[in-house]
């Protein structure tokens, strides 16, 4: 394993990416975890970069110890001015920012060959990518210049016996040409990390851990969604424990068009998932009578979920007592990496501006313990690992869909009938996308009822009836999206089949606004 230490950079998980495409296993923890409290033996340290200037008052910094640990040490942009503070070289602060391209000049070292490991098979010179504040005036005592640039004269330094290298650049941009070069010469030939970090390895080793945690006799529930996340993690809680897992999806009357249909017959007859199917739309339907503020929509419908989750937990532990079968005693949830990134960040997570349903209330009330197997995977891994385990490639690739579902896209309050109107359009847009062949290079599109009538003819007659908006995006994190350039000849056809089809509605508009500053859902 590979120690990335982050200080906060928005590249620090693509870091981890790199290495973990290069089949090396790695984990990112903040800057100040404490080296006494690591879980693991790191076979090498990489540092990140950092928003922060190294001068910074509140600048942050690594745990000395982490020197101590003898193994090869990797500083990258901020990481190399945090070296180079803990050796003694100094830092000077660039007068412009650098940002951008630059061609960096490899300077080689015959008579220190471990020094030239970094950049070995490259050729003398690389075009990396730059994006830094501070730079080195001097290397520290016994650091050798092994690269510069026009504007850095210590661009890249490496320790001539300590196995520490610090790089001005971001080699995990693939900006950067030579990159993942140079990552793989650290951790392969530096650190002398194996490559034999695979998906097909992960399940054996996961489906290990899952039983030896749960016991012999030990049972899980989990919600399920029907989202690739939740059905992945079913299923490998299936492939560990076969029918002392317990899989329940919650039908709250807000989820798309056949959904609980299409996900028992996926879960349940396809991928032989343990599956309860509790109707509960009236409770939610009728909670929501009245509600038109987001937020409280988003409450009732967590606090709703919760209480129904429970009773049918509750319910299947008592049926499966009396089978002689142990108490319920985790919660599997779907948790990814990036989740985990963002709770663990030294600077705390960021500031709510929606309130995200999740079942983490279920923990304080039903005091289970959490399993969560996916928490070490990106969302491509997460669809690496459904193909392996045979989820079907339209589950795999299913857009994400909000807990609060139809009711955070139904604009005021949330009827019966506004529900169904907005569910059949948003079928047909669907629909329409994946017949087009767009499907997969959207991010996430849904059909929102909008609060507002509007005058319309049909036939001779005068219409005065609702208008649906379409969204769709494209989005790598859904923390920024940009809206997708849709066909005209497309959104033709879907405006058509939605006022021909769908009652109520005689107008569709189309989304064309970014996040920031506006966000995918409307509410
Ligand atoms: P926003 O609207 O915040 O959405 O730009 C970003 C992503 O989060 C999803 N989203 C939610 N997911 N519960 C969820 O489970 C919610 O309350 C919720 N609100 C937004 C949204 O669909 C998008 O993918």
Redesign the pocket.
């Known amino acids: 394993t590979v120690l990335i230490l982050d200080f906060g950079s928005q590249y620090s998980h693509l870091i981890t990416r790199r290495i973990r495409e290069i089949g090396v296993y790695c984990e990112l923890l903040p800057c100040t975890q404490k080296i006494d409290d690591l879980h693991f033996q790191p076979k090498g340290v990489i540092f990140s970069g950092s928003p922060y200037s190294i001068s910074d008052k509140d600048a942050p910094h690594v745990d000395p110890k982490v020197f101590d640990l003898n193994v090869p040490i990797l500083g990258i942009c901020y990481g190399l001015q945090e070296i180079s503070r803990n050796k003694g070289g100094k830092i000077g602060i660039c007068e412009r920012r650098e940002y951008g391209r630059a061609q960096l000049r490899i300077i080689r070292h015959a008579e220190h060959p471990f020094v030239d490991k970094l950049f070995q098979g490259l050729d003398d010179t690389s075009e990396v990518w730059m994006s830094h504040g501070d730079h080195l005036d001097s290397a520290p005592e016994g650091f050798r210049v092994i690269g510069d640039t026009t504007t850095s004269a210590f661009a890249a330094v490496a320790h001539e016996t300590a196995k520490t290298f610090g790089i001005q650049f971001h080699p995990e941009v693939t900006h950067s040409k030579d990159g993942k070069r140079i990552l793989a010469n650290f951790v392969l030939d530096i650190c002398g990390c194996e490559a034999n970090w695979t998906m097909a390895s992960f399940i054996d080793k996961e489906i290990e851990r899952i039983r030896n945690i749960v016991g012999p006799n030990g049972q899980v529930v989990g919600a399920v969604s029907g989202g690739v996340d939740s059905t992945v993690a079913a299923k490998l809680m299936k492939e560990a424990i076969g029918d002392r897992f317990h899989a329940i999806l919650v039908d709250n009357g807000v989820m798309r068009y056949k959904e609980c249909q299409n996900v028992k017959a996926i879960l349940s007859d396809r991928l032989g998932i343990n599956l309860d199917v509790v109707d509960a739309s009236d409770l939610f339907l009728d909670r929501l009578v009245g509600v038109t503020d987001p937020e409280k929509k ?1 409450k009732i419908i967590g606090n709703t979920f919760i209480e129904v989750f429970e009773s049918e937990a509750a319910r299947i532990d008592n049926e499966t007592k009396q089978l002689g079968r142990g108490k319920i005693d985790f919660l599997l949830q779907g948790t990814l990496y990036p989740d985990v990134i963002e709770s663990i960040s030294f600077k705390g997570p960021s500031a709510t ?6 079942v983490g209330g279920l923990l304080e009330n039903m005091r289970l313990k959490l399993i969560e197997p996916l928490r070490e995977l990106f969302k491509d891994e997460v669809r690496a690992l459904g193909k392996l385990l045979q989820i079907d490639d339209e589950l795999v690739w299913r857009h ?5 579902g139809i009711a ?1 896209r139904v604009l005021g309050e949330v009827t019966r009938t506004q529900v169904a109107i907005a569910r059949a359009a948003d079928h047909i847009y669907i629909e329409e996308i994946k017949n087009a062949g767009l499907y997969r290079q959207i991010s ?1 599109a849904y059909a929102a009822l909008l609060p507002v009538r509007s005058v319309g003819v049909m036939g001779d007659k005068r219409t005065y009836e609702q208008v649906i908006a379409l969204r769709a995006v494209e989005s790598t994190d ?1 923390m920024t ?1 940009d809206w997708f350039p849709m066909p005209y000849d497309v959104l033709k056809h879907i405006s058509n089949r939605i006022i021909n089809e769908v009652k109520g509605v005689n107008r569709v508009v189309y989304d064309v606004s970014s ?1 920031p500053p506006s ?3 409307w509410e």
């Open positions: 988003r501006i929606k309130t995200h349903h999740n994400p869909f909000p807990g609060p955070i996430q859904f999206a996040k966000t995918i859902e």
